[in-house]
């Protein structure tokens, strides 16, 4: 039972164009979703993260939408750059341990 | 600043085998968590350290799997009779504090393989 979904296991972008990456929950009791970025042989690094309260928050090229009716968020990058070539985990937090979607891996092309 | 740090970051064993796996979290982190990555799956929770409280157990998936927290820091998961399907990258985590609104640090992990 898949409570956080990343339905796109990957994703290709030109250099500078626009990058989504979304991601689907299934509980409404989640109030704090994070974005993990991974790059191979290496652990998760945080990227951005919402509350509930919020429906947008923003930290240079990327920002990250949340629409609790729909129970989906979206992590916006632009323009993309080719170092941004990675696998994205979005994330929930409920009650301290970190569920994760399957992630999306991102390929941006020169 | 040093990081989170695990060892090995790679092992290999035998079917049968017990392991050890061990976690360095940031020091002053209170928060202590182990997931694991198998090959094409997200990453799955498995245990979760909070100062001195018990520790959220719920991910373990069976009896073979254990994890100590030794005097509020250093923290080993230990997988007794491995199992084929063992094999995964273990992720250790650490966190100031648990719970809403604290982004937690990863170490690179242990890749763990079993022949």
Known sequence: ?110 | GAGVSQSPSNKVTEKGKDVELRCDPISGHTALYWYRQSLGQGLEFLIYFQGNSAPDKSGLPSDRFSAERTGGSVSTLTIQRTQQEDSAVYLCASSPEGGWGRPQHFGDGTRLSIL
């Open chain 1, 1 to 110: 039972d898949q409570q956080v979904k990343q339905n796109s296991p990957s994703l290709s972008v030109q250099e500078g164009r626009i990058s989504i990456l979304n991601c689907d929950y299934t509980n409404s009791m989640f109030d704090y979703f994070l974005w993990y970025k991974k790059y191979p042989a290496e652990g998760p690094t945080f990227l951005i993260s919402i509350s509930s309260i919020k429906d947008k928050n923003e930290d240079g090229r990327f920002t990250v939408f949340l629409n609790k009716s729909a129970k989906h968020l979206s992590l916006h990058i632009v323009p993309s750059q080719p170092g941004d070539s990675a696998v994205y985990f979005c994330a929930a937090l409920p009650g301290g341990k970190l569920i994760f979607g399957q992630g999306t891996e991102l390929s941006v092309k020169p």
